[in-house]
């Protein structure tokens, strides 16, 4: 199957050298990789530029955009900047981050996971970070979800969703898009990805409440912020965390911020979420 990858990357230099070349050294190499800069103030560009010498499948694409590379808009802006470059001829398109170390075989198994079951529109792995020498899960969500910085879609699929949404909650609408068109989402625990910077490091103080804000562009409803917000809050082991996003959620109802999802697709969403409640809780 042919594999596209798309590299959004902002002052990467210290790791996207180590990314390239994982992805370069896998079994089943990419068919194309495209790294978008987004205004690195570092020398991001010129290590890419050097691995474009040698390898012609990677090329990269300038976005002169400014200010931080946040989750939300700015990342998928830089995505979809570098999915125009592309032609229609994939059949799996991925957006990584610059700053991921994988598995040999990871290509591979996404490939092969999407060959053996039609239905299945997106696949992904799971992120370990280092703590004290050792390199453990990053427990930031449920096992049924693929985190933002791996993600893989069947072309097919991601036709369906209409491509990522520039905005906060992205890596979660397209999960219950993807579901609310008929595709499956399968997680691989055995492949595991090293995540060399861990989420959030660079968010600044006013990033704090767009997990609240993408509860409420995802028609959650209030109910159901609460508890997802929660859980998130005790896997984090932060109180403030569940605060900000209550408040988050609570000032877009106030500014009647637009929705990611339509009616029919946030109603869908709100039955999908209560029935993983309720399995979990029963």
Request: aromatic share 12%.
């Amino acid at each position: 199957m042919r594999t596209y990858i798309i590299i959004p990357a902002y002052n990467e230099a210290e790791f996207i050298g180590e990314t390239l070349q994982a992805l370069i050294d896998q079994s089943q190499p990419a068919d194309k990789i495209v790294v978008v800069d987004d205004g690195s103030t570092d020398n991001t560009p010129e290590i890419v530029s050097e691995f474009i010498e040698k390898h012609p499948e990677i090329s990269l694409i300038k976005n002169f955009s400014k200010g931080k590379h946040l989750p939300g808009s700015k990342v998928v802006k830089a995505f979809n900047l570098g999915f125009k470059t592309l032609d229609d001829d994939f059949d799996i398109v991925c957006k990584f981050d610059a700053d991921l170390i994988f598995p040999k075989n990871y290509l591979e198994k996404i490939s092969l996971h999407f060959k053996e079951n039609s239905k299945i529109g997106m696949v992904g792995g799971f992120c370990e970070i280092q703590k004290n020498g050792d390199w453990i899960l990053e427990n930031l969500t449920g096992k049924d979800h693929i985190r933002g910085a791996l993600k893989a879609y069947r072309k097919a699929c991601f036709k369906d969703i209409g491509g990522l949404k520039p905005a906060m909650g992205w890596d979660t609408a397209d999960e219950l898009l993807a579901q609310y068109h008929g595709w499956e989402i399968k997680t691989d625990e055995n492949l595991r990805v090293k995540h060399l910077k861990p989420t959030g490091k660079n968010y600044t103080k006013t990033s704090k409440y767009k997990q609240g804000e993408a509860f409420y562009s995802l028609r959650y409803g209030f109910v159901i912020t609460f508890i997802a917000s929660a859980k998130l809050a005790l896997k984090k082991k932060d109180l403030g965390f569940f605060l900000n996003c209550i408040t988050g959620f609570l000032y877009a109802k106030n500014e009647k911020r637009p929705y990611l999802v339509n009616k029919d697709e946030g109603r869908f969403i709100k039955n999908l979420r209560w029935k993983k409640i309720q399995e979990k809780l029963f």
